[in-house]
């Protein structure tokens, strides 16, 4: 069992480079999250998709995008890396979403990026 | 706005110690609440969740007690183990805003032999 798959686990980036974090499932889960996790600052979201070519903003959007032609992957891109980037950042997935509160997310071993 | 709000870290405990976690949350509606754990170098499981008032969770030994009177979400353990040793997230649920989680800042436990 996958889970959920995120590639890749380390990124160093100079300021302007731009680059796409990737981010699979193999549980046929129908909503993906992207977080970013500051040091003592708990998660953030950044985007989320409710299903194949749906997404939409989350609190961090600026300076990423995303997208989601399949329901497998929900990749996140980032055209023009800025110090305040560095962070680790986690892809999350559940079923049917989080609305009924009985179903929960699956998260990724994260992606650890540094712009410098 | 919705928030959490948990205890400031690091707690550093003895094996077989009573660990105490804080977490109290502003929302409105009714939400969910949910603890998640992060063991070193992992991404996030999860641990434990509530999704109503006076609602009991519970996981590897931890509990918590969903309390809508004081807005909180306490995660207890009667005796820690070393393999505790994590960093724990307080989370809510948003219900009207695309099953949105919202996280607490963390608080990281150190459990010594």
């Known amino acids: 069992n996958a889970g959920v798959t995120q590639t890749p686990k380390f990124r160093i980036l100079k300021i302007g480079q731009s680059m796409t974090l990737q981010c699979a499932q193999d549980?046929?889960?129908?909503?993906m999250y992207w977080y970013r996790q500051d040091p003592g600052m708990g998660l953030k979201l950044i985007y989320y998709?409710?299903?194949?070519?749906?997404?939409d903003k989350g609190e961090v959007p600026n300076g990423y995008n995303v997208s989601r032609s399949t329901t497998e992957d929900f990749p996140l891109r980032l055209e023009l890396a800025a110090p305040s980037q560095t962070s680790v950042y986690f892809c999350a997935s559940s079923y049917s979403g989080l609305v009924s509160g009985n179903t929960e997310a699956f998260f990724g071993q994260g992606t650890r990026l540094t712009v410098v | 706005g919705n928030s959490v709000t948990q205890m400031e870290g690091p707690v550093t405990l003895s094996e077989e110690a009573f660990l105490t976690i804080n977490c109290t949350y502003t929302a409105t509606g009714y939400p969910s609440l949910f603890w998640y754990v992060q063991y070193p170098g992992e991404g996030l499981q999860l641990l434990l969740k509530?999704?109503?008032?006076?609602d009991k969770g519970s996981n590897k030994g931890f509990e918590a007690t969903y309390r809508k009177e004081t807005t909180s979400f306490h995660l207890e353990k009667g005796s820690v183990q070393v393999s505790d040793s994590a960093v724990y997230f307080c989370a809510l649920l948003i219900y009207n805003q695309g099953g949105k989680l919202i996280f607490g800042q963390g608080t990281e436990l150190s459990v010594k032999p």
């Open positions: 998709s409710v299903g194949a070519g749906i997404t």
């Open positions: 509530a999704t109503k008032a006076d």
């Open positions: 549980m046929n889960h129908n909503y």
